[in-house]
T-cell receptor, first 116, second 110 residues
């Protein structure tokens, strides 16, 4: 596998369920990100991890809980979600967190989440 | 905070036509990126721009970093059906955050 992979690609869950999204990057990057993509809206940055440490949490509700056990893996744990949380959840990685040359973010294919 | 205004929101064109889309910001960016997203996939980086005035091509795609550092455009020449998708601009300023535009949905009629 190369690049950034995400599993599952599709997930349907009830509001009382607990599930996890997984992201893996094979690029040797140090920073990983979770984004939420809703229809007709710009990508919303949720969390940023740099060298396995959470460096940014953009006012995301606590029903979303990220975990970064190592620099290659990133999880998003979900519990008691709401229907408005239905969206495409994208993982990305970059060489470093800080702005700079050639520090582009590479995205995974996303997990299409539907909350019933 | 920093925001991007991307236009047009959508375009429906004939195969072979040229396409132009742009992004503007009220604040300065240090990097401009253009991504394409196919249905059911994540965004894929097309072109990265790092210097004001920079003009960069990638096949039939050409993008420019505006001199004021507050805008960028993407041109696609001689469009083909596989150009269909959503194109996003993204800018990175001094905060280090990547700010995305709302996207331009492109449809190409064969």
């Amino acid at each position: 596998e190369t690049g950034v992979t995400q599993t599952p690609r599709h997930l349907v869950m009830g509001m009382t369920n607990k599930k996890s999204l997984k992201c893996e990057q094979h690029l040797g990057h140090n920073a990983m990100y979770w984004y939420k993509q809703s229809a007709k809206k710009p990508l919303e940055l949720m969390f940023v991890y740099s060298l396995e440490e959470r460096v940014e949490n953009n006012s995301v509700p606590s029903r979303f809980s990220p975990e970064c056990p190592n620099s290659s893996h990133l999880f998003l744990h979900l519990h008691t979600l709401q229907p408005e949380d239905s969206a495409l959840y994208l993982c990305a990685s970059s060489q470093d967190r800080l702005a700079g040359l050639y520090n582009e973010q590479f995205f995974g294919p996303g997990t299409r989440l539907t909350v019933l | 905070g920093q925001q991007l205004n991307q236009s047009p929101q959508s375009m429906f064109i004939q195969e072979g036509e040229d396409v132009s889309m742009n992004c503007t910001s009220s604040s300065i960016f240090n990097t401009w990126l253009w991504y394409k997203q196919d249905p059911g996939e994540g965004p894929v980086l097309l072109i990265a721009l790092y210097k004001a005035g920079e003009l960069t091509s990638n096949g039939r795609l050409t993008a420019q970093f505006g001199i004021t550092r507050k805008d960028s455009f993407l041109n696609i020449s001689a469009s083909i059906p596989s150009d269909v998708g959503i194109y996003f601009c993204a800018g990175e300023g001094n905060t280090g955050k990547l700010i995305f535009g709302q996207g331009t949905t492109l449809q190409v009629k064969p």
